[in-house]
């Protein structure tokens, strides 16, 4: 199954701290890794995690500050700056990955293509804890053929999809109507939700939230 390169540029570091985003609800996020290869995994139990995938320059970085109430994700003006899969530990409970964007086409074919593979791994290898994932798609735009090919990607993965139109505080009132029709006919289905956000403004977040922590396949509590 081909997906649509990523793309990579460089990033580091390390942040841990307490937050009071609508999806972190107040406990601790930290990066507990940030993996370079196929197949790298935290170390330790596995729980249940969360892959955020988007195209670049689509506010993946600004979603999930928004969402985890902190500044985990460095926002950039230059599409493209995550260059690893970035493993974020919530509470303990569950990860989010932070995955490289795809669709720049000014980052070198070859990191493309690795990130691809690692993405594609991550979604479907099978030692995977990955069970969900948010597709981010911008909200001002008709639907993208490299967003399609992800969502086509995604629905034989046997992830719950979750699909998020940022952006959303840029769309005029008099367009929002139509632009969420076309939205909803090219990524939603029973199976998978739509909704447009605004990581600016907060609008749809607490929902988006509930949303997310309903498609991660948390254990049932042992009797």
């Not at 909200?139 to 998020?164: I, K, N, Y």
Request: charge should be positive.
């Amino acid at each position: 199954m081909t997906i649509p390169s990523a793309s990579a540029s460089p990033r580091a570091g390390f942040w841990s701290g307490s937050v009071r985003g609508p999806l972190a609800a107040g406990a601790e996020v930290r990066l507990v890794l940030p993996a370079y290869r196929r197949g790298e995994r935290p170390k330790g139990e596995a729980v249940p995690a969360l892959a955020v995938l988007g195209r670049s320059n689509v506010g993946k970085s600004s979603l999930l500050n928004a969402l985890l109430g902190t500044k985990v994700a460095r926002v950039s003006q230059t599409p493209g700056r995550t260059q690893a899969l970035f493993w974020y530990r919530v509470g303990e409970r569950f990860d989010i990955v932070d995955c490289p964007g795809y669709g720049y086409a000014k980052t070198a074919k070859e990191k493309r293509e690795a990130f691809s593979e690692m993405i594609e791994e991550l979604l479907t290898g099978t030692n995977t804890p990955v069970g969900a994932a948010l597709l981010l798609v911008d909200g001002r735009l008709e639907p993208q053929a490299s967003d399609l090919s992800m969502a086509l990607f995604l629905s034989t993965s046997g992830v719950r999809v979750v699909v998020t139109a940022t952006k959303w505080d840029a769309v005029k009132p008099s367009e929002r109507v139509r632009r969420r029709r076309v939205l909803a006919a090219a990524y939603e289905t029973p199976d998978r939700p739509l909704l447009p956000v605004s990581s600016e403004t907060g609008e749809h977040l607490p929902e988006l939230a509930r949303l997310l922590r309903a498609a991660l396949p948390f254990p049932s509590p042992k009797e």
